[in-house]
């Protein structure tokens, strides 16, 4: 399985993450190759302090059964509409993705 993570940290937080949830929420609805999505809000809020790592605004966290569905992802019809519906939402993402055995 693969496992893809991305952090959203956005312009407006106050105002725009319940549309970032939202919208993320039904990528899946729109890309049978996602085999699992958890998507939600950052819960811990501090003031920057070295050494402290900075918490995104929104998360997302969807498995693929393998890597060539993973590779996909980026370019498929979901995650495309998904980026013009949110990019403007967006100050920066941070990501990663591994193999989960």
């Known amino acids: 399985m ?3 993570i991305s ?3 956005l312009k ?3 105002t ?3 549309e970032m949830v ?3 929420n039904k990528v899946p609805q729109q890309n049978p190759a996602i085999v699992t999505s958890f998507v939600g809000r ?3 809020v501090l003031p920057p302090m070295p050494g402290v790592p900075e918490f995104a605004d929104v998360a997302q966290v969807i498995t693929f059964a393998n890597e060539a569905d ?3 992802y980026a370019e498929s019809p979901a995650h495309v509409a998904l980026r013009q519906a949110t990019d403007h939402l967006i100050e920066k993402v941070v990501g990663a993705e ?3 055995d």
């Open 98 to 100: 591994f193999v989960q």
């Open 42 to 44: 950052n819960l811990v």
């Open 2 to 4: 693969i496992v893809h």
């Open 7 to 9: 952090l959203f940290f």
């Open 70 to 72: 993973a590779a996909g």
């Open 16 to 18: 725009t993450a319940d």
């Open 22 to 24: 939202a919208a993320l």
């Open 12 to 14: 407006d937080p106050d």
